[in-house]
């Protein structure tokens, strides 16, 4: 069933049992142009909020694209070239993820074109011209290019997308234009896979100057970077390490916090195969927050799993409390971060006063998955007092799912 939108090396990895799988040669050469990425405490923040917590970050916004979404598609472009593919299609949110891959695209020779959730496309020009600069051709979701795009557009030109829509778009165009194959930037195995390079390098690099986290922190759309910063340290939880590991979400799509765990499709045209994940339904279409890439109805099914045997916790975040925090973390480190970053943060800032309340010492890591220097409409908008949080209602979730009553439980 892969076949049609991933070629055979990538499904490989996709259902691979095996614990390690090599870096092509290849592929560390291009990542050799930003990585390894830096790992820095943050004195400022600490100093700021008076806490005896210890809080490092892993500073993944040095990549060109300026996010870590290009530790997958750089892997990605390189074995789909391999492969004889010629072409490829996605979807985006924010952004990040599109022109992650026109980055990465552009390094190996492949055209692509992006289909961006609409609500972004209009908040967000400046990823736009990036993906356009690397050589993309990115449009609005969803569109009149494809047939599970053009139902909704036709229905309303102005409609705000989703991920789910956009998904069925992109999905579509991979598997039926020529020489063409489907690039996914989260939730799928491989995706995580290759994101695992965070946390390889943050272990070493906190081995290095002798500490080891007692948090680890990081916020969840799909589950990549958080999944990136987080699996070698639940790998080492499984093995008996004493630590808590956090992914943070949007109060707006609580995937994690209120969603059930069920069997339900990626995308909203029901293309894809069923996973087994938290959800919120796949017709869910969320509310316009700025943090574009944490507006995912799904959640990766390996990160639905740990969430389900107690090896991580789960929280939600509103929008305010979270520019709040990148306001703060801007004041004292001096990166603005990215508005999905800033989930990450909040909770770090939590944590961290918690450990002030408790007197006690502890290690805080962090993924600070991007910055927000394209972002700064956002700020703006919060700054002058225009943003707002949004809740999602649990009688709405129970509406969402009722359609995956007749899909047996996991």
């Avoid at 490989?12 to 050469?29: A, K, M």
């Avoid at 930003?34 to 990549?63: C, D, M, Q």
């Avoid at 922190?217 to 004493?242: T, Y």
């Avoid at 956090?246 to 916090?257: G, L, N, Q, R």
């Amino acid at each position: 069933m892969l076949e049609a939108i991933f070629p055979k090396n990538v499904i490989e990895q996709e259902v691979s049992t095996e614990r390690w799988i090599d870096i092509p040669d290849e592929v560390i050469e291009k990542y050799l142009i930003w990585r390894p990425t830096p790992l820095y405490r943050a004195y400022f923040l600490e100093k700021f909020l008076g806490t005896p917590a210890r809080i490092y970050f892993k500073n993944e916004g040095v990549s060109p694209p300026g996010s870590h979404k290009p530790n997958t598609a750089i892997a990605q472009a390189y074995f789909n070239k391999i492969s004889g593919i010629k072409r490829l299609a996605t979807e985006t949110g924010a952004g990040q993820w599109g022109s992650a891959l026109a980055f990465a695209c552009s390094q190996f020779g492949l055209e692509l074109k992006v289909y961006m959730v609409r609500i972004s496309f209009n908040q967000k020009p400046y990823r736009r011209i990036l993906m356009e600069t690397w050589g993309a051709k990115c449009v609005p979701s969803p569109s009149p290019d494809t047939n599970s795009g053009r139902k909704f557009f036709e229905q309303n030109p102005e409609h705000p997308g989703s991920l789910g829509i956009a998904i069925s778009e992109a999905v579509e165009d991979g598997a039926t234009s020529k020489d063409s194959k489907y690039s996914i930037g989260s939730v799928a195995n491989h995706v995580l896979l290759h994101q695992t390079v965070i946390g390889l390098e943050s272990h070493k690099q906190l081995e290095m100057i002798g500490e080891y986290p007692d948090v680890v922190i990081g916020c969840a759309g799909g589950g990549s970077n958080f999944s990136g910063l987080a699996l070698p340290f639940v790998r080492d939880k499984i093995h008996g390490k004493k630590l808590r590991v956090i992914a943070c979400e949007p109060s707006s799509c609580p995937t994690m916090t209120k969603g059930p765990y069920v069997y339900d499709f990626g995308d909203t045209a029901e293309t894809t195969p069923l996973f087994a994940m938290h959800s919120l339904g796949h017709s869910f279409v969320p509310a316009p927050i700025h943090a574009g890439g944490l507006r995912y109805h799904g959640m990766a099914p390996i990160v639905s799993r740990l969430l389900m045997d107690n090896l991580i916790e789960a929280r939600a975040y509103g929008q305010l409390e979270t520019f709040a925090a990148g306001v703060i973390f801007a004041r004292t480190e001096g990166f603005i971060p990215a508005p999905e970053t800033n989930h990450a943060i909040a909770c770090v800032i939590e944590e961290a006063k918690k450990a002030k309340e408790e007197g006690k010492e502890k290690v805080i890591l962090m993924n600070w998955s991007g910055h927000g220097i394209i972002d700064l409409a956002a700020y703006d908008a919060y700054l002058s007092g225009k943003l707002e949080d949004y809740v999602l209602p649990n009688d709405e979730i129970q509406k969402l799912i009722k359609a995956l009553e007749k899909f047996p439980r996991p």
